[in-house]
């Protein structure tokens, strides 16, 4: 054993003490059956050749670009008509891709491959410039010849005597050549994204693994790979933002190297990036322009993030480890009886017969649809999980009715595929076949007659215990991969993705009248199109709280907006502080749930001490009061592709003093939420962005760009108002009125915001009103952007600054 294989081993020993010794003993036996597996059914990697595009030998222009040919590969280049660019190398076309949404963007027919003086090809559009040269490597520039990165000629490895690449860049008959492609950008550039990293949400230099893992327990910063990896990543530089995925769903690495500025004899060193994946197709999309424009891009390339329902964005209790219905009622009761809001309670594993999917512990919870309906009376909603394992015995009407379809992921050999998980020995649905997509979606009609409103998917990426070796499955298991066929090793990472996808249409199907609510600790990219995520498993502490942030702000990034921590961490014994900034935290990210362990200590506001429990109801009001925001920023989300949480640079990324700043954000363009992360804290310094910004505890105005120190005491973490914005909020009455905050005198000096007027929880079309706001003559005008008076109450916020020569401008 390697000493990875040690680490999982220490973790699988803890793990034995919670599921019993029984339990350990098939993951061993279960490890070693998986490793056979392995042997006899993929192939052994023989003598290797290196192989580079070689000598540029023509052309065949097309509309949007056109095929590049050389002596020893190919590459496609395509500009659609939205200015994204796709490259894909050894005939290696768009589609199919689990990523994109269904249907490839039309090719810019104004534009094509044209010679350049160079002896390459160039293809020049509205918004981006590709130039190929004769030894294929790739430039992409700005429109005025900036350049945002170059991408050096690729290199294969591939098995001696394979043949030819194929049309999908494997080879044939084979695994497919390993590949690596090195890139430049500029020595300023900042990463980000490659989905949920602990570790950011800049990414330093080093090596990021792209596939699904459960780090076993729990995680902390520095912990890589976790559930939810992307070969997605959002470069920001002075020269501009641009976002690069490598539509690739196999294992790989991404290392980065950021640049450095007069290196060396005072020329800049360029920031790199080096990725390896070990099979597949090598294929990319660049999109350039603004944040806010590339997140939209990315949207319309992989799906519209899916808006979830407003009950959806109050807060949400949830724990492994709920005794019965009774200890359910008490929860409930013990929020209701304190006047603490509370949308939604979720069931994790021990509400099933036996940890078994898609079935009801009857002693414990002896009437769950009544338990629902009642909660329900009292606006709780009800959450399930829903795991893919399904355990592997006669008997269990889930196994039956799936061998019955013959659904279940199988070998090499043509035998299921077994593996252990909480309900002990079990299989596993090939979610990349549509016909056990459809089966699988039909099953959540059992959840919905319990009375669940929504489901979070758990242990999907997909796990199986393990003593030694990987804990998932064997990379030898077949997938139907939509009918090309293939193995786990291009399966893996989207089975997650293929899972989600068959939960939200079998619950559009089952209740077709409402928006589905589905959230999965795993996926990849475009899980957006059916919900959000959440961190998993993270360790209780303070750098745990860290990566709660970083994980959510890079999900954003990477194009998942609706994300969230376990408030509190998944593990161990938060000290009442702890609790509460993490608490203060959640109340101002998409997901707002507390969630712990069944080993771990309880997460009600009321076991931490009657302080903590008046701060942690104040955040939770203003969690309530701010719901038309939050109701908006995912209405926004969901036609534009912005996420709800922001980096600080969002709307200036220019700004390099910002993009290094990772321990604030931007909640929509309104607020700016500066978290309490370090222990015994009560004041912290906050960079602010260009502007006057308010604080909303005290009103007071401060300017932009700049550091200010702020009180952070414990009843309240910082948050500030950028001048002139408009949020909507929960009026005393329950409408809604308009807080707008004092805008800056003069021409320049206005701002505005948005409200989703709010159709409900189905389908009709959101109404979003927009909203302009002036200081005139000491007067503040509120408008709707289309004409007329705003149609709301409000409230103007915000202290008038004094002028400039007897005021401090607040910040150093």
Avoid at 269 to 282: A, E, K, S, T, V
Avoid at 500 to 514: D, S, V
Avoid at 789 to 806: D, F, L
Wanted: overall charge neutral; charged content about 25%.
């Amino acid at each position: 054993m390697d000493a990875r294989d040690l680490v999982r081993w220490a973790k699988l020993v803890r793990s034995v003490k919670a599921v019993g010794t029984a339990q350990g003993l098939l993951s061993l036996r279960s490890a070693w059956r998986h490793r056979r597996s392995d042997a006899v059914g993929l192939e052994r990697r023989g003598t290797e050749l290196a192989r580079m595009p070689g000598v540029v030998e023509g052309a065949d222009p097309q509309p949007g670009g056109g095929v590049v040919r050389f002596a020893r590969s190919s590459l496609r280049v395509r500009v659609t008509a939205g200015g994204a660019v796709f490259c894909g190398w050894d005939g290696a076309e768009p589609e199919p891709s689990y990523a994109l949404d269904g249907t490839c963007p039309e090719a810019d027919e104004r534009v094509a491959l044209e010679p350049d003086t160079a002896g390459g090809w160039r293809v020049v559009s509205e918004r981006v410039t590709v130039t190929v040269s004769r030894t294929g490597e790739v430039e992409v520039r700005t429109p005025g010849g900036v350049l945002l990165r170059r991408d050096l000629p690729p290199r294969w490895w591939e098995p001696a005597g394979a043949g030819a690449p194929g049309q999908d860049g494997a080879l044939h008959g084979g695994a497919g050549a390993r590949w690596l492609q090195r890139s430049e950008v500029a020595a300023d550039a900042r990463f980000f994204g490659l989905g949920g990293r602990a570790s950011g949400p800049r990414l330093r230099d080093g090596t990021y693994r792209l596939w699904n893992t459960d780090p076993g327990g729990s995680f902390e910063p520095g912990d890589d790979p976790l559930y939810l990896t992307m070969p997605v990543q959002l470069v920001v530089a002075d020269a501009g933002t641009h976002l690069v995925f490598h539509d690739n769903s196999w294992d790989g690495t991404v290392t980065l190297r950021e640049g450095q500025e007069g290196a060396g004899s005072g020329h800049d060193r360029p920031g790199g990036c080096r990725i390896r994946m070990d099979g597949g197709p090598l294929r990319y999309w660049v999109i350039a322009g603004t944040p806010a424009r590339v997140l939209q891009g990315w949207a319309a390339l992989t799906g519209a993030p899916a808006v979830p329902p407003r009950w959806a964005l109050g807060h949400h209790h949830a724990r492994w480890g709920f005794g019965d219905a009774e200890e359910v009622r008490r929860v409930v009761t013990g929020y209701r009886e304190r006047d603490l809001p509370l949308s939604a309670v979720h069931l994790d594993i021990d509400h099933h017969a036996a940890n078994r999917v898609f079935t009801v512990d009857r002693g414990r919870f002896p009437d769950l649809p009544g338990l629902a309906a009642e909660l329900r009376a009292g606006g709780v909603r009800l959450v399930s999980i829903v795991d893919p394992a399904v355990k592997a015995e006669p008997g269990d009407a889930v196994y039956d009715s799936g061998s019955a379809e013959d659904v279940f992921v199988r070998d090499a050999r043509g035998r299921e595929v077994r593996g252990v998980v909480w309900p002990g020995e079990a299989v596993f649905p090939d979610f990349t076949d549509p016909r056990v997509r459809k089966w699988w979606s039909g099953l959540y009609a059992e959840r919905l007659a319990q009375g669940f409103s929504g489901v979070w998917h758990d242990m999907n990426e997909p796990v199986s215990f393990a003593a030694f070796g990987e804990a998932t499955l064997p990379r030898s298991a077949r997938h139907a991969l939509e009918g090309r066929g293939g193995d786990h090793r291009e399966a893996h990472n989207v089975y997650a993705l293929a899972m989600a996808r068959a939960g939200y249409e079998g619950l559009c199907e089952l209740r077709p009248g409402e928006r589905p609510f589905l959230f999965s600790r795993s996926g990849w990219a475009g899980l957006q199109r059916y919900g959000g995520s959440w961190s998993g498993d993270v360790a209780t502490g303070w750098p745990g709280l860290r990566a709660s942030l970083s994980l959510v702000i890079g999900l954003g990034l990477s194009g998942v907006p609706y994300s969230g921590p376990d408030i509190g961490g998944f593990t161990g014994f938060p000290s009442p502080e702890l609790y509460l900034r993490w608490f203060q935290l959640g109340a101002y990210l998409p997901l707002f749930r507390t969630h712990s362990a069944i080993t771990a200590g309880r997460r009600e506001p009321w076991e931490f001490g009657p302080r903590v429990l008046e701060h942690a109801a104040a955040a939770l009001r203003e969690r309530q009061r701010l719901l038309p925001y939050f109701v908006t920023l995912a209405q926004l989300a969901g036609r534009t592709g912005a996420p709800y949480v922001r980096p600080v640079w969002w709307r200036t990324p220019k700004d390099r003093e910002l993009r290094d700043c990772e321990d604030a954000f931007l909640l929509g363009d309104a607020l700016l939420v500066a978290p309490v992360l370090e222990e015994g804290a009560e004041r912290r310094t906050v960079r602010l962005p260009r502007g006057r910004w308010y604080d909303t505890a005290t009103g007071r105005a401060y300017e932009g760009p700049g550091q200010v120190e702020l009180e952070a005491p414990l009843s309240h973490i910082p948050v500030l108002a950028r001048a002139g914005s408009v949020v909507p909020v929960a009026g005393p009455d329950g409408g809604v009125e308009l807080e707008v905050w004092l805008p800056c005198q003069g021409r320049k000096g206005g701002g505005g915001g948005w409200l989703a007027v709010d159709a409900g929880d189905g389908w009709e079309k959101t109404e979003l009103v927009r909203f302009a706001t002036r200081l005139r003559g000491g007067e503040v005008s509120v408008e709707r952007e289309d004409g007329g008076e705003a149609g709301y109450p409000v409230r103007v916020r915000g202290e008038v600054p004094p002028p400039p020569s007897n005021r401090s401008r607040g910040h150093r």
